[in-house]
């Protein structure tokens, strides 16, 4: 059984049941799921997530969720790798890419969507629907796939192929939106009112964004139980920037970790920066915009969490910083070409940022640091095209030779 | 001038279920006030103590956030549409 107490709102702190609503009654502020943190403490140490699942449900008690019910395709527990090619590239020996392209659906939102659909099967949901940026939609399509339940995707009709297909595939009924993603996001918000169905970033919402913690988990769990230096994480919302930063805190709070002074560090695409901007304007009233950038994940105006990702900027001495379309589509090829690493165009603003960071000396080269890489690059493929130059030769030893001491010359 | 304003679930406690009304005034902030008198305690979920609308709550008239037009002086005409929403995590 899941160790949650209650629901409270991050505004006015009153407590709610534990139900499928994302908005304190009293106030209209956002809510968020509250744990038995003493009972979790009990029961969990670093042995107890050693034996648990190969997966992100080896922190179970930490999750707003029935394990015993999970909808599980297997998200989480991905690779952080050392990457030392990239480091040197950038100066700093103690670089990690914590690698989420190679989650079930090929991005971090399997994580989020594993709980929020354990979350709507516990509250007895038939149908699984949300908005999306593309990521999420194919995350949910394959999820309520494994559950067996409806599925409702709502996207910008302008989005990537490649990711229409990737959520397509799993029979949901896809619906194109003329409009921005935060239209969608806005219709969305009135269907959610008037059908019974769990929108995993609606009514669903205080359970998913839960899912996110586990980023923060893992990183410490596979550096050896610590807390990095740094992380750089990429936002559009802003939510997954602040449980990561959640999750680093509630290890330490359970005795599994020492407390973490990690410099959390934001990062935006320069088409759809609100949250970086205010930062560099030193306020915390977030102005929306409207997106224009090659990062069509990151690609939200409006963000939700902006106000409370600012706060843990301030908390943890962190940053925050955009980089442009150039600069994205660079540092997606610098990261392939040193690591084996192809990200999507977030994973670009990532590394972006993380050059921008090690060239302003914010970075010590001893220091460690967790760059978080949260989707695949075939899902993005438009944006670096350019790549697909061949030599083109006939099938004889004679023209490869002669191709080749061109190539080199 | 009438316009419609669209109440959503987490207001219909304070609106006993209503879930839109009429409003007769060519300024949004006119609007809400309208509202307000008919369902006191919008009033407390909406704004904060300084008069403003609070950071998690959207306001939309015709679908277009009122960020980008004239904010609570965005101008109202004839069967206009006003949706309150609050702010979505996204993906």
């Not at chain 1, 403490?41 to 999750?63: C, D, F, H, Q, T």
């Not at chain 1, 994580?111 to 516990?122: G, K, N």
Request: proline share 5%; with cysteine; net charge negative.
């Amino acid at each position: 059984m899941p160790y949650t107490t209650a629901l409270r709102c991050k505004e006015c702190s009153r407590e709610s049941e534990l139900l499928p609503v994302n908005v304190c009654d009293f106030c209209f502020g956002p809510l968020e799921v509250q744990y038995d943190y003493d009972a979790i403490a009990r029961v969990m140490s670093r042995e107890s997530i050693k034996n648990g699942p190969p997966s992100m449900w080896r922190y179970a008690e930490l999750l707003p969720a029935d394990p015993e019910n999970r909808v599980d395709i297997n998200a989480g527990l991905t690779p952080l790798i050392k990457a030392d090619r990239l480091g040197k590239a950038l100066g700093l020996n103690e670089l990690y890419l914590k690698n989420d392209c190679v989650n079930p659906t090929y991005s971090f939102k399997d994580r989020v969507v594993s709980v929020a659909a354990t979350a709507a099967r516990d509250f007895g949901f038939d149908t699984l629907a949300c908005a999306s940026t593309g990521n999420l939609a194919g995350s949910v399509a394959a999820h309520a796939a494994r559950a067996g339940i409806r599925c409702y995707v709502f996207i910008p009709a302008d989005l990537e192929l490649g990711k229409v297909v990737g959520a397509a595939i799993y029979g949901p009924t896809l619906v194109a939106v003329n409009g921005s993603y935060d239209d969608v996001n806005r219709l969305c918000s009135e269907i959610a009112d008037r059908y019974g169905w769990a929108f995993v970033n609606i009514n669903v919402r205080p359970y998913y964004s839960e899912g996110s913690k586990t980023l923060g988990y893992e990183a410490a769990e596979q550096l050896g139980w610590r807390a990095p230096d740094h992380a750089i994480v990429p936002a559009a919302s802003g939510s997954m920037f602040t449980k990561i930063w959640k999750g680093l805190n509630e290890l330490h709070d359970i005795g599994i970790i020492s407390k973490p002074n990690t410099k959390m560090h934001i990062a935006q695409a320069e088409g759809s920066s609100p949250i970086v901007s205010a930062y560099d304007a030193g306020i915390k009233d977030i102005r929306p915009v409207r997106p224009d950038t090659v990062a069509k994940s990151l690609a939200i105006g409006n963000p939700a969490d902006g106000y409370y990702a600012l706060k843990v900027i301030e908390d943890s001495e962190g940053t925050g910083h955009a980089v442009n379309d150039e600069e994205i589509v660079d540092s997606m090829k610098l990261l392939a070409q040193t690591e084996g690493i192809f990200a999507e165009t977030a994973g670009g603003v990532t590394i972006g940022v993380l050059r921008k960071l090690a060239a302003k000396g914010l970075i010590g080269k001893d220091e460690v640091t967790v760059a978080y890489i949260t989707g695949n690059g075939l899902k993005t493929q438009e944006a670096v095209q350019d790549v697909a130059q061949t030599v083109n030769i006939n099938a004889s030893l004679r023209d490869f030779e002669d191709a080749i001491k061109a190539e080199d010359a | 001038m009438s316009v419609t304003v669209k109440i959503p679930t987490p207001l219909r406690r304070v609106t006993d279920g209503v879930d839109e009304i009429e409003a007769s005034s060519d300024r949004l902030d006119g609007a809400l006030a309208i509202l307000n008198e008919r369902f006191p305690g919008i009033k407390e979920r909406l704004f904060n103590d300084e008069g403003e609308l609070h950071r998690f709550v959207n306001i939309y008239v015709n679908g277009e956030d009122v960020r980008f037009l004239s904010g609570l002086e965005t101008p109202l005409n004839e069967g206009d549409e006003v949706s309150i929403v609050p702010a979505v995590a996204g993906g």
